[in-house]
């Protein structure tokens, strides 16, 4: 009776992320679920289970200790915490030079569909007149733009920049209530908020005759499952940090 | 030989929405183009061509003398031209009291769908919790947000409010750089500029589980022409005064 | 202390839209939740309660007996189980004669959006060129097109025959595999399935210049439990048989 | 008083395509326009002029003969004339061979966001359970689907078999008149026609919560000339034949 190579431990697993990873590390035919921790659990369960892998879906004040046991143990890490700061990162970074073979991956978002639009915006930004975006979101919402929507501004206007594209041509001389929205980077960014909706983006790239539209729909936290388990498939390959699920996907085009 | 019934004269031929009015009326087969008068000609013309009809295409300083010869011959009038305060129209009115077989139409926009989308958005807006407006247009444009995406959002705000529908709900509480956009009697608009683009429009509605999108493209003025054929085969039958060409549509449901 | 107005029995109260509709009227401050029934309960249990109205959501075989009962008891219904056949609302009506005073709405469709959308459609089908639906739904669904695909295509197709409209243009001479679709009443009809969907419609209307379009998206059962509050709301103003919510909304334009 | 470094000449300077290829160059600060062919011009008028570059924009019967001229002259080509089969690129691959420092571009499309459309979707298509394409033109075209969404499917589809990714779930059983469309390997496709579009082309991607969509809109023949003109400005430094527009994007994600 062989035993699976991707043995998992879920932390934070009783979160709303968490509980989604632990069915999600469950049902994968290749990993085994070895242990789920919640805040008040001991991190020597991780070690004693035979973890080879964690996913640490817990809180910003316990994830630095809870990726730093991993690394010391030689485990493997999948992070969707936030609260990576600089200083945490570099800290991380100096003890995983002390670990060569180990391998951590630090993702803000691991919707595979969100994670490939930016990328695409990102890349599609220098060869079109004008760059927009509007993201929609459920009314609950307390800050716009979101944040995905401001990383995607500033990656395009920095392409933008770097390829001496001029900024988006606007006449507007009239706007009194605003209308023409926020701007991040030289890019227009447009904040819907709507009852029915949970989380979209649409980039709008227009040229004369033509116009691109990269849309993303997150209907469900279900969507960050695959990018979750392409993380732990992934990052025993991958020694040291990687910041981003994108450093993962094969998008050389 | 019969003659076609209705016979019509375009008032400002030369401009580009003339140019476009001209030919559309020349390839109607029930209807024939008996004069095409330009900014320095006669309206004398217009009586001795034995028109039933002008088509006022012309400039805000001439339609009002325009629309009163018509009447005043009992010519029917199909009017596109903008300028029609509250002043100008109450002199028509009474003018139409003492012709009272004479129908004027005055449109401030032809775009069977446009018209179409606002009517429709009017309508929808009460029954759902949110509402929002996007307006999209090349950047040349000089206003934000567009007059017809205002209009929309007073008509869908001034319906709600009847029915007793609560504002949109928004959590937002921070919102530094404006991304949240417009707000007009209560509806978000908000204004895209985008090389590529001509005018567009969405109108979006949402409640728990579900959402409505109502949008119109305009990619070209040819868009407005069907509509001037309407007006045209229909404003004989309506004596008096209308206005806006959601009088003329079928739009009983 | 006073009594709601609008004491509601919910039949069919175990199913799944039973158990939405259950907590949609538990929630809703003007009606009392007095009953909710399962398959083996006794009708009797209605009466009992006091019930002034039925939600039926049972099941084919049950909704014609469940809703005679309401209707000789002066009880009025709101029903949203499938099986209504001819001869079935022949007998209902004949039975509604002699209970003047009682109304019953047999709705296929609660979600107000869904209802707005197909009556937009084929009011606006006969000012366009050209007309054609594409439904996308999870591909977990059995049938292509949707019911309601297919019913809003004759709605469209049926209005513009009436109009005297011609049949959108199609020039396609080479179309070896079938990629224009399904053609309803002269509408073409395209379905997509696809992972991550729900319940989509999109309806397209062209002529030159211009399109309009008109979208719903059903992300959850939650958005049929507005149209079953707006139901229990108006049946009992409107005596007698109605077929279809789009008969309770307020749609003169 | 300096000679710009890309002198044009243009053949088949008076199609369509060919008069906005006529303004674009004669447009760009960078290039010079020092000839424009129509089909009886003799080619020597292409080395009078000292043009250091051609854009062949003639007809399927003329275009090897014209590119062989250039090649044999060492001026570099951009060609968008179709009828490029396998033998004749053997011929031109065989010419250059013996002219190493000049290049050829052969590109089916120039419009740049349809290019980026296309690579994008080949690349995301491997990532997602489900994946389908619909397309819409205007409804003079004869054939469906078009040739575009033909080889995107062609290139998703094989991007999903390399990467050993399932056909996309579809549990229909029931669809009498085909409306979920043509199949292009494993990938459906739908083309709708509708009057006042022009060429468009949306691709859907879907996994559990979520969907990607990529939409390129070609309004207008303007959309292929920042595409020519990128061509120009590339095809001295990459010697050889390159195949595509992709090739000249800097597409490494």
Do not use: C
């Amino acid at each position: 009776m062989s035993q699976a190579e991707i043995r998992v431990a879920v932390l934070g697993a009783r979160g709303r992320m968490g509980t989604e990873a632990v069915s999600a590390v469950d049902g994968a035919e290749d990993m085994e679920l070895v242990a789920r921790l919640g805040r008040s659990d001991s991190l020597d369960l991780v070690r004693e289970s035979g973890a080879t892998h964690i996913v640490d879906l817990s809180v910003p004040d316990a994830t630095e200790e809870n990726v730093r046991f991993a690394v010391e143990h030689g485990i493997h890490a999948v992070v969707g915490t936030t609260g990576w700061d600089d200083e945490r990162l570099g800290r991380l970074q100096a003890l995983l030079a002390q670990h060569p073979d180990t391998g951590v991956l630090i993702a803000p978002n691991f919707a595979l569909g969100s994670v490939l639009a930016t990328a695409f915006a990102a890349k599609a930004a220098r060869y079109f007149e004008s760059a927009e975006i509007i993201e929609l979101h459920h009314p609950d919402k307390v800050d716009a733009p979101s944040g995905t929507a401001a990383r995607t501004a500033q990656l395009m206007g920095r392409a933008r920049r770097e390829a001496g594209v001029a900024p988006s041509p606007d006449a507007t001389t009239q706007d009194p209530d605003g209308a023409r929205g926020a701007t991040v980077e030289d890019v227009h960014v447009h904040a819907v908020r709507l009852r029915g909706l949970v989380a979209h983006q649409e980039v709008l790239l227009g040229s004369a005759g033509e116009q691109l539209t990269l849309r993303h729909d997150s209907f469900d936290r279900a969507s960050f499952m695959p990018g979750v388990l392409l993380g732990l498939r992934t990052v025993a390959s991958r020694p040291g940090l990687t910041h981003g699920l994108d450093g993962y996907l094969d998008l050389g085009l």
